[in-house]
Each structure stands twice: as C-alpha cells, then as structure tokens.
C-alpha cells in the first residue's frame, strides 16, 4: 500500500529541495517528494492519504551515541537522579526495598546520582549504603556511568577485600585504614561486574524493548548504540543474538548501529574469528566502529587531562590505554576497515586518539574507514584544529551543557574552560559533526539537544545570553547533527538523514514549527509522531 503524507511543512534537509508539502511512500522507502498537488497524483486506489495538518515532519531522528541497552536496564532500577543528598539517596533506596518487598540476598540496583547536586558534594561509601541494608548487596551508578558505589555485602559477594589489587585504568577508592570504601572507578568497575548475577537472553530483549519505546517517545528512528558490554557477566555474542532474535520475530521498532565494545585485544581479535566484522547485520540491526573508551568523566574528576584539575590538587583522571595498548587496538581495526569511535572527554586522552589515529592511517592510507572520537569537551585550538587535519568525526551531546556548564570552570579553570564545547567552531572548520544524547546519561530527549546547541542554556534558561554564545549554532545546523550528521557517521546517509526519493521512510512530525517558534522554546516542543518504513510506531496524526 502507498501512503501520502500531505499538507504538512516538510523540512527535507536537501539543499536542492529544502521544503515541500507532502512525500510519497511504498514499501517503506521515500518515491516522491513535492507540492501537495503533486504528490496528490500519485493517490490510487490502494492509497492511504495522511494529512499532516500543517505541522512540521523532518527527517527520523538519529541519535549517533547512546547506550541503549543501559537505559532500558536503568528504567528497571532505582531512578537516582532527583537525590539532593545523600541521606535523600537513602531513603529512596530504601523505600524502593520495601515497596518491591526485595528479599534479602536479591541484588539493588540504581543509577543517576550525582554528587554535584548534593547539600554536601561528596560521593557515598560503603557505609552509607550499609545503614540501608548489610543483607541485600547494593550497587548504585553514578549519572556519567564512570564510577559505582557499593555496599558491604557487595563487596563481599564479589571476593573484593583490602588485599584485592588495583585495577590497571582504573581505581578502587580506599578508607583511612585500606579498606575499600565501595567506590570504583573506570576499569574497577569490571569487578564488581563479574560478582553480579548474569543478565540472560530474555532480560536483554526485555530491557531493548523498553528502551526502544523511550526513544520512539522523543522521535528517534535511528540510534547508534554502545552495548556489547552493557549485560552484566553476558558475553557480546549474546547482546548481538538478542537483537538478531529481536528483528527476526518483527518486534526491533527502531533501527540500532552497534558502537562495539570490545576493550582488550583478546575479545576484538575473538570477535574477528566469530566472523564478526564492521557493517555485519542488516538495515535494522548492523555492527558498527569499534568503540574505545580512553577516559572518564568530568563529573567523576576522572576524564584524563595534559593539566591537573583546578578543583582536584594532582589529579589529572584516569587514562585506561597507555599509548601503546591503544595504538594496538586502532591499528587492528583500521586494518580490518573498521572505524574507530573513541571516547575522549579530556584533551589529554584525545592527545592519545589522534596520534593512534595518525600512526594508522599514515601506515595504511586509504581504508575505508570513518574514525571518530565521542564526547570532544576539554579541547584546545590544536585539538579543534586536528579533527580537520585527520578528518575525525566529533559526537558531540549538547544537553552535556545542561550540567556541565555549571562545573566545567570549576573543574579546568576559566581560561582552559574558553575552549571547550566549542562545536560552531568544529562545524565551521568543515569537521563532520553527529549529535546524539549518551542516554541514560542524559535522556535521549532530541528536542532537548537542539535547544543546548542553539541556545547554549541549562534546561532553566541560564545563562541568559548562554555560555559561550559565540559558539551557539542555527536551528538548521542542530536539525543537520541529529540527522544527516548523524547518519553520515553510520556510513547511512545515502539511505536515511533527509527527505529524498530512494530513501528509507523515516520521519518525525513536531508539534510546532522549530524554524519559527522563539528558540528559547524549542525545548518544549513535543513529538506528534515518530515514522519508522512508513509505520507510525509512537503517536499518531
């Protein structure tokens, strides 16, 4: 059957054609696209008309760098982020206990807190969480997914004591007497992984599917997603046949590429030998870059940088590759055609990425190959100016600023802070720019994005001119970073990223005009409809 989608305001993201009507869809792709009369002729017997009613349908959102897999295991767990300290942290741990009457020896799970919207900016211990529950083990994330705190009973059932060494990448925080106070970070993290009960097939397809509805809700038709280590104690083998199990039996709504976390040489070789391998899958479920992480947060003071925090006297984060190791991990994958997408937060570890890039493409020019490094936040004019050069992608989450704004000069200093976020500038250089959320870090909410870059406020409005205004982009430019930009980056945006004929049909329909309304409004404009091969699959018109 043939669907028109007529009378509306279609933002096509082709400069040829920048608006139109109404589009023309069978089959799932996009046939034609025009005026309202013209695509009106294309109306038959076997024709479904939709009328849009005036609203604005731009291309199906992309989100080019979120977990989720996480976040449907998140929508699952104990919802940390409204803690305002850490007795408040408690009490809603506690109160979920007993509301899901929790038998003791079951595992507590939680995410989102964060330190910085404590009365006290501390992080908690073993012992805060001992006076909820020494019978049930408790694990809670912090917001950014870099650092969890455990409890007692935890720390037990993992074998985790004073004589457990340290983790190379990686910390375990110690008390005044060596004894582990139940906070880890980075690569220590994998310690308490290993201690917890094994996520099975059948929870991940539960958690993708709950998952898959959130980011339907916020318009998104597309997302690139870092999951292969996400299932605790499951393997990637068995995150990769859950979401083949998913598109076989028609219930994958959303198409997902795979960001591949393979951290050692030893899982990516492996993964190779399965027959695995970048691009493997289908137009619903598809293996992408090989994903890096190089670093921390800076919430978590973990972020690796050439300077010492301004807030952390001799900390300068944590870098979990030493050179080498990294050089080894890029070069196999460039080797093999397959992109790189490393995550880098602070300048030091993006340092580190673009000389591992360097070195791979000055030995094997040529490979068809999209590297890129996601997050790019503490940059300086030599960093900005290397994305050029070696033709990096930057992902890039503007609703990063919703938070961060209010910490980074805290954090690296006024001055440093000058250079960072400084996306306009990226984009001005020509440097291929993708948007996306990093949700559950933050909700995968697009509108919210568009509203960060374009304005450059926290969700509250503030500042009111917006930090660093200079480097606020257009509506378009933030529209493009979650469409085209963001498909480029997946190797797609032949087939998805603009309203053109051949194209898959993947729409979003708005409730208002977003290249009209008052910009400071754009983060209050809801999705009516989001259209995934022609299918309505959230909303309706």
């Known amino acids: 059957m043939k669907k028109i989608f007529s009378n509306g305001k279609i933002a096509t993201m082709e400069r040829e054609k920048p608006f139109a009507e109404g589009v023309v869809v069978s089959d799932g792709k996009i046939i034609f696209v025009g005026s309202n009369d013209d695509v009106l002729r294309y109306k038959d017997d076997d024709t479904q008309v939709i009328d849009l009613k005036g609203r604005l349908m731009v291309p199906g959102f992309i989100d080019s760098h979120m977990h989720l897999l996480n976040l449907g295991f998140f929508m699952k767990s104990i919802d940390l982020s409204v803690a305002k300290s850490i007795e408040n942290l408690k009490a809603l741990i506690t109160d979920f206990i007993k509301e899901n009457s929790i038998e003791a020896g079951r595992w507590v799970l939680g995410r989102g807190w964060n330190q910085d919207h404590f009365d006290v900016k501390v992080f908690p211990t073993r012992y805060d969480l001992d006076d909820i529950s020494k019978e049930h083990p408790i694990v809670i994330t912090r917001a950014c997914g870099h650092a969890v705190v455990v409890n007692s009973k935890a720390l037990e059932l ?46 991940i397809k539960d958690a993708i599917m709950a998952a898959q509805e959130k980011a339907l809700s916020y318009g998104l038709t597309s997302v690139q997603s870092d999951d292969l280590e996400s299932a605790a104690g499951a393997g990637y083998e068995d995150v990769i046949e859950a979401y083949r199990e998913l598109v076989s039996e028609g219930k994958m709504k959303i198409r997902l590429y795979e960001q591949c976390l393979l951290p050692t040489m030893d899982k990516l070789m492996s993964f190779y030998d399965k027959g695995y391998y970048c691009h493997w899958g289908d137009e619903q479920f598809k293996l992408g870059p090989l994903k890096i992480l190089t670093d921390g947060s800076l919430g978590a003071r973990t972020a690796y940088l050439t300077k010492e925090y301004n807030d952390s006297s001799g900390n300068y984060g944590i870098a979990t590759y030493t050179q080498d190791e990294l050089d080894k991990l890029v070069f196999y994958a460039h080797e093999r055609d397959m992109s790189v997408a490393i995550h880098c937060i602070g300048d030091k570890a993006m340092y580190m990425a673009f000389e591992s890039i360097e070195k791979a493409k000055k030995t094997m020019p040529g490979k068809n190959v999209r590297h890129s490094i996601v997050h790019c936040q503490i940059t300086d004019e030599k960093l900005l100016e290397r994305f050029r050069e070696l033709d990096v992608i930057a992902h890039v989450q503007p609703i990063f600023l919703d938070y961060d704004l209010h910490i980074v000069e805290d954090r690296i200093g006024t001055e440093r802070a000058k250079w960072t976020y400084n996306w306009k500038t990226l984009i001005d250089k020509g440097v291929n720019v993708a948007f996306g959320s990093d949700c559950p870090v933050e909700p995968c909410n697009v509108m919210h994005g568009i509203y960060a870059a374009v304005t450059r406020k926290d969700l509250a409005g503030c500042p009111e001119n917006g930090w660093l205004p200079e480097q606020k982009i257009s ?65 309706s018109l």
């Open 475 to 539: 509506v378009e430019e933030a529209l493009f970073g979650f469409t085209l930009g963001a498909a480029y980056a997946s190797f797609e945006e032949k087939m998805k990223g603009s309203i053109k004929e051949g194209k898959l049909a993947d729409f979003t329909v708005l409730s208002e005009d977003i290249f009209e309304i008052e910009h400071d409004r754009l983060k209050d404009v809801e999705i009516a409809a989001t259209i995934v091969n022609g299918e309505i699959m959230w909303g």
């Open 158 to 203: 993992c074998g985790i004591n004073r004589h457990t060494k340290q983790v190379e990448g990686g910390s375990i925080d110690l008390d005044h007497n060596g004894e582990p106070n139940g906070i880890f970070r980075e690569n220590a993290i994998e310690l308490i992984k290993e201690g917890m009960p094994k996520d099975d097939i059948k929870s």
